[in-house]
């Protein structure tokens, strides 16, 4: 089977840093797992990889999409697995979209694609009525995908909804009834720095983010798009417009970026631990971490 090598963990752990550092070790490309870093034009708050980084080592499925398009884990896993395909030798994914890595993992073939007119009409509601209408029909209709699946996120709670009303049943039973063979050997690489390392690297990252011109990137988009897109979901950007609005400080918005920020890398732990074939690191050790990946390229799968 393929090799991969999957480098998982919270937002702000250091996975750009580690997944480029491999990938010039092995000589191979990165496949973006964040679905906050698809979209074209959100750059900041999404924290994608720099343009010098990117240039280091070639990366697919980042900063590629209008954010005028719908984008879900089923177009995900077609896209990353014709990458794959076309990749020689081992191929790394990186990101925080834990849907994402398990969609390569499990190889979701039977979820279903969904008819245009059941995602627009779910979309339409949601600009209308907002996340509490997602929420509300799925405590009618599947009440137990709401303990499975982040229910702060929007898309999440979407896809979902599309699932039942395209099919009658859960997206649970196509993650749990899936027969079809894995195809991926994978080497599942996490990063768990601890909470005091994570706050602080947190703090920093927010700061850095207005040094590098939030407040200008936001302005920016108001302008070119409508704030109902899901792109301006990213933490930081609804914000922002608070503070051009008059209803924050700069300070209060680095106040709650940092309280939602951190809220969001408790809940990717959450879902990255119950892997139990993750190999958990608490620190950047590069010589430690190649031999590990080492040990793993050399057995058999």
Not at 32 to 45: G, L, M, T, V
Not at 68 to 78: A, L, Y
Request: aromatic letters at 10%; charged letters at 25%.
């Amino acid at each position: 089977m393929k090799k991969l090598i999957a480098i998982v963990g919270p937002t702000a752990s250091g996975k750009t840093q580690l997944a480029i550092h491999l990938a010039k070790v092995l000589k191979t490309e990165i496949i973006n797992c964040d679905s906050r870093q698809i979209y074209k034009d959100f750059n900041i708050a999404t924290a994608k990889p720099s343009k010098e980084q990117l240039l280091e080592v070639p990366h697919h499925l980042v900063d590629f999409l209008s954010p005028f398009q719908s984008f879900n884990v089923k177009d995900f896993e077609i896209l990353a697995n014709k990458i794959i395909e076309n990749i020689p030798g081992v191929v790394i994914l990186a990101g925080g979209t834990g849907l994402y890595f398990q969609s390569i993992e499990k190889n979701l073939d039977n979820i279903p694609s969904i008819p245009n007119e059941i995602r627009e009409s779910i979309q339409k509601n949601y600009e209308k009525f907002g996340k509490e209408y997602l929420l509300e029909q799925l405590k009618q209709k599947d009440p137990a995908v709401l303990t499975r699946i982040d229910i702060q996120n929007p898309r999440r709670l979407s896809r979902a909804l599309e699932v039942f009303l395209t099919t009658g049943k859960s997206i649970l039973e196509f993650w749990g009834n899936n027969q079809t063979p894995k195809k991926y050997d994978i080497f599942w690489l996490g990063i768990d720095l601890g909470w005091e390392q994570l706050e602080q690297n947190i703090q920093q990252r927010i700061e850095q983010m207005f040094l590098c011109g939030l407040v200008e990137e936001t302005k920016f988009l108001v302008k070119k798009y409508p704030l109902s897109l899901k792109s301006f979901e990213a933490i930081g950007y609804l914000e922002v417009v608070d503070y051009l609005k008059g209803k924050l400080t700069l300070e209060e918005v680095k106040k709650i970026m940092f309280t939602k920020t951190r809220q969001y890398a408790k809940r990717q732990l959450t879902w990255f631990r119950k892997n139990q074939n993750i190999c958990w690191i608490n620190k950047l050790d590069w010589a430690e971490i190649e031999k590990r990946v080492e040990q793993f390229l050399s057995k058999n799968p």
